[in-house]
């Protein structure tokens, strides 16, 4: 079973700062998957990964992947309060599932 | 247009009952996800469907789970003899190409308590 941590798990900086949000997985995979998560919401789909070296920007996240060190990385970019919500990635195997962090729970203070 | 619909919102049903919840995706979107949400559990994906197949079905948790698809568009998910650890949230997504390769849409989930 493909195995996928987060860390931190929990993080509070302030607006203005930079931040980055790490995800590293078990076996081999060329796909990883970042969303979002406001309390009481569903999820949302943030940036879709599907091979090494693959890079991808929306507004003040970026996500990279690396799948030979099997690291995505979710970069924060001058926090704004907005961004407080809950972070998740996952990365799936050959096998057709879905295997999901734990959460990062960002905290953006003023 | 609209977006994946999920019903019911909430259910509360007794232990030992057999339920029912309904994904109505994007019209189009031929790939369709089940996930649930716990606080024990977390995150846990359950099936996928491409069209009305789904290729894998070995992360239902037991087979009290089951689910199907049908005419490409609505699916449903079935738990029999319900227990107390399916309490979840039930999470629907669907996504305009196969298995993981664009951004998936969720619906707003299905809140299942029993009792």
């Known amino acids: 079973e493909l195995k996928v941590e987060q860390n931190p798990l929990f993080l509070s900086m302030q607006e203005g700062k930079n931040y980055t949000i790490y995800c590293n997985y078990s076996?081999?995979?060329?796909?990883l998957y970042w969303y979002r998560q406001d309390p009481g919401k569903s999820l949302e789909s943030l940036f879709v990964l599907l091979s090494n070296g693959a890079v991808k920007q929306e507004g003040r996240l970026m996500a990279s992947l690396d799948t030979k060190a099997r690291l995505s990385t979710l970069h924060i970019t001058a926090a704004v309060h907005d961004l407080s919500a809950t972070y998740f990635c996952?990365?799936?195997?050959?096998?057709?599932?879905?295997?999901f962090g734990t959460g990062t729970s960002l905290t953006v203070i003023p | 247009g609209a977006g994946v619909s999920q019903s019911p919102s909430n259910k509360v049903t007794e232990k030992g009952k057999d339920v029912e919840l309904r994904c109505d995706p994007i019209?189009?979107?031929?790939?369709l996800y089940w996930y649930r949400q716990s606080l024990g559990q977390g995150l846990e994906f359950l099936i996928y469907?491409?069209?009305?197949?789904?290729?894998?079905k070995s992360g239902l948790p037991s087979d009290r789970f089951s689910a199907e698809r049908t005419g490409g568009s609505v699916s449903t998910l079935t738990i029999q003899r319900t227990q107390q650890e399916d309490s979840a949230v039930y999470l629907c997504a669907s996504s305009p190409g196969g298995w993981g390769n664009q951004p998936q849409h969720f619906g707003d989930g299905t809140r299942l308590s029993i009792l």
């Open positions: 469907f491409q069209g009305n197949s789904a290729p894998d």
């Open positions: 019209s189009g979107h031929t790939a």
């Open positions: 996952a990365s799936t195997n050959t096998g057709n599932q879905f295997y």
């Open positions: 076996t081999t995979s060329d796909r």
